[in-house]
């Protein structure tokens, strides 16, 4: 059976950039994978023939022999200048994933210290919110492994240095040929570090770290929220052998507060008033977050649940120097427990009550009296 036209084979055209042939092999080698299709023998030879065509085209001597000759440039040994006779792509199937999936399809060109970085470590810290506001440090204290001060993480007793791993040779990686296919995996013996250790460190084992108690010193910036997560760079566990260390991720609990209920950067609370001062008006005094006062005049006829903003009174974004503001909801309070002259008072005040002095008690009447009617 006649070959297929390699450009037909990648549904490109003869101008297509290197990028473009790239992009094709892709999504071709992702449709077709042996993985992906096992037992699917369609798949198993289109997957062959998408791989074939990708090695010819993605260099460029070799495209411009398949562009002078076609497949006659790689059959036989002819077909013009640079010709590669019988060539066996197969031999540089798993060369083509190393190049252009790397680790995606098990192989790729991975650091032999990338298996042995150190693990992530979470802690959780609680603050107020008034720490929250103004910002804070903190010593924090946790349990770690660090790296081991006797061979200064290599693992390897002091004047010894670690030897290339006998199964994989150094390289971290060992193939195996399943019929067709060649199979690249993390070797099993080094677990990828291509290092084997001959003569381990007796302060830590040969793993080059240690577990240890450690102190550090954490900047809580202003205007955290509760649920903020702040990352550590290099402050986790230390790696094995040499690896690189973790991050330290540090999530922020932020409490709840007796006054104060938080929005964003914006605060709410209520403050209670009297009826009296809520119908003849007064000025009170309350609190701000940063400890200080804020007045605020309530005018005559303030209504139960109205609410006076002050601007720049909330909290601080934590990317600026803009504050958010703070929302004060005023809620009539009814006197309870009168004695005998208030209730005097009162009696007369409502004797003297007329309907303009309650809008809003007049207006639900009216509905009353309409609903009721009809």
């Given at each position: 059976?006649?070959?297929?036209?390699?450009y037909e084979v990648l549904g490109v055209n003869k101008s297509a950039s290197g990028d473009q042939i790239k992009s094709a092999y892709r999504k071709l080698a992702v449709k077709y994978h042996p993985d992906k299709n096992k037992g699917d023998k369609g798949a198993e030879e289109k997957f062959k023939e998408a791989s074939e065509a990708y090695h010819v085209l993605s260099n460029s001597e070799r495209k411009q022999n398949y562009d002078n000759?076609?497949?006659?440039?790689?059959?036989?040994?002819?077909?013009?200048?640079?010709?590669?006779?019988?060539?066996d792509f197969s031999n540089h199937f798993s060369d083509i994933f190393e190049d252009f999936f790397g680790e995606g399809f098990g192989g790729g060109r991975r650091s032999r210290r990338s298996n042995n970085r150190g693990s992530d470590l979470r802690y959780d810290l609680s603050i107020?919110?008034?720490?929250?506001?103004?910002?804070?440090?903190?010593?924090?204290?946790?349990?770690?492994?660090?790296?081991?001060?006797?061979?200064?993480?290599?693992?390897?007793?002091?004047?010894?240095?670690?030897?290339?791993?006998?199964?994989?040779?150094?390289?971290g990686q060992v193939r195996?040929?399943?019929?067709?296919?060649?199979?690249?995996?993390?070797?099993?013996?080094?677990?990828?570090?291509?290092?084997?250790?001959?003569?381990?460190?007796s302060n830590c084992n040969g793993q080059g770290k240690r577990q240890?108690?450690?102190?550090?010193?954490?900047?809580?910036?202003k205007g955290v929220d509760d649920g903020t997560r702040i990352r550590l760079s290099g402050k986790g566990e230390a790696g094995s052998r040499g690896g690189s260390s973790g991050d330290l991720y540090l999530f922020i609990n932020v409490h709840s507060h007796d006054l104060f209920k938080r929005s964003d950067e914006n605060l709410f609370?209520?403050?209670?008033?009297?009826?009296?001062?809520?119908?003849?008006?007064?000025?009170?005094?309350?609190?701000?977050?940063?400890?200080?006062?804020?007045?605020?005049k309530i005018p005559a006829g303030t209504q139960s649940g109205k609410q006076?903003?002050?601007?720049?009174?909330?909290m601080p974004?934590?990317?600026?120097?803009?504050?958010?503001?703070?929302?004060?909801q005023v809620n009539t309070e009814v006197p309870i427990s009168l004695n005998k002259e208030q209730k005097e008072l009162l009696e007369k005040f409502r004797e003297i009550e007329n309907e303009k002095s309650n809008p809003s008690i007049k207006k639900f009447f009216q509905k009353a009296k309409s609903f009721w009617k009809n």
């Amino acid at each position: 059976m006649a070959k297929r036209d390699y450009y037909e084979v990648l549904g490109v055209n003869k101008s297509a950039s290197g990028d473009q042939i790239k992009s094709a092999y892709r999504k071709l080698a992702v449709k077709y994978h042996p993985d992906k299709n096992k037992g699917d023998k369609g798949a198993e030879e289109k997957f062959k023939e998408a791989s074939e065509a990708y090695h010819v085209l993605s260099n460029s001597e070799r495209k411009q022999n398949y562009d002078n000759f076609g497949h006659a440039a790689f059959e036989n040994g002819g077909g013009g200048r640079g010709g590669f006779g019988n060539f066996d792509f197969s031999n540089h199937f798993s060369d083509i994933f190393e190049d252009f999936f790397g680790e995606g399809f098990g192989g790729g060109r991975r650091s032999r210290r990338s298996n042995n970085r150190g693990s992530d470590l979470r802690y959780d810290l609680s603050i107020s919110l008034e720490e929250a506001f103004s910002g804070k440090k903190q010593d924090i204290k946790f349990s770690t492994s660090e790296k081991c001060d006797t061979c200064s993480g290599s693992g390897s007793k002091p004047g010894h240095q670690a030897g290339a791993c006998s199964m994989c040779g150094g390289h971290g990686q060992v193939r195996s040929s399943q019929g067709f296919f060649t199979v690249q995996q993390t070797c099993p013996q080094c677990a990828g570090a291509g290092e084997q250790i001959t003569h381990p460190c007796s302060n830590c084992n040969g793993q080059g770290k240690r577990q240890a108690s450690k102190r550090l010193s954490v900047t809580i910036p202003k205007g955290v929220d509760d649920g903020t997560r702040i990352r550590l760079s290099g402050k986790g566990e230390a790696g094995s052998r040499g690896g690189s260390s973790g991050d330290l991720y540090l999530f922020i609990n932020v409490h709840s507060h007796d006054l104060f209920k938080r929005s964003d950067e914006n605060l709410f609370f209520e403050c209670p008033v009297s009826i009296a001062d809520a119908a003849l008006g007064t000025s009170i005094e309350i609190p701000t977050i940063d400890g200080g006062k804020a007045k605020i005049k309530i005018p005559a006829g303030t209504q139960s649940g109205k609410q006076f903003r002050l601007r720049g009174k909330g909290m601080p974004y934590m990317r600026g120097s803009d504050f958010g503001d703070l929302y004060v909801q005023v809620n009539t309070e009814v006197p309870i427990s009168l004695n005998k002259e208030q209730k005097e008072l009162l009696e007369k005040f409502r004797e003297i009550e007329n309907e303009k002095s309650n809008p809003s008690i007049k207006k639900f009447f009216q509905k009353a009296k309409s609903f009721w009617k009809n």
